[in-house]
């Protein structure tokens, strides 16, 4: 079982979380409905939490392959339900950018296997209706 605790910590709305390893990260409500600027957004959080689950899943795949990755650069946009409680992301755009000699092909497939199949933010997106759009870009 994972273990990770939240603690309100500033003004009304600003949490920080800390996992089982002591990593902190903070979070708060934006401006507009009581936050103070505190953190990132909870559901900003969640695009960044698919943005480095699969990071982590092409990375592998590609030192699997023999691949040279010299930089790596993931952009998420995404766009949420309007005029629901609670307003789910329903879209995701996904730009995976990365630099050095790597071959398109196998960085394109391991975009795929990583949305796909491996990474479970993606899959917890998904299941909860997001449709996630992706693509890859390579700059030799």
Known sequence: MIHVEINRVSNDYGFEGRDASGHTVKMDSSTETGGQDFGIRPMQMLLMGLGSCS?????????????????????????????????????????????????????????????????????????????ILWETKVIS
């Open 55 to 131: 990071g982590i899943d092409v990375v592998s795949i590609l030192k699997k392959q023999k691949q040279t990755i010299e930089g790596f650069r993931i952009a998420i946009d995404g766009e949420r339900e309007t005029g629901k409680e609670a307003t789910k992301w329903k879209e995701v755009r996904i730009l995976f950018e990365l630099r050095g000699p790597i071959d398109p092909e196998k960085a394109k497939r391991a975009c795929a296997l990583s949305v796909e199949k491996y990474c479970s933010v993606a899959a917890t997106l998904m299941g909860a209706g997001c449709h």
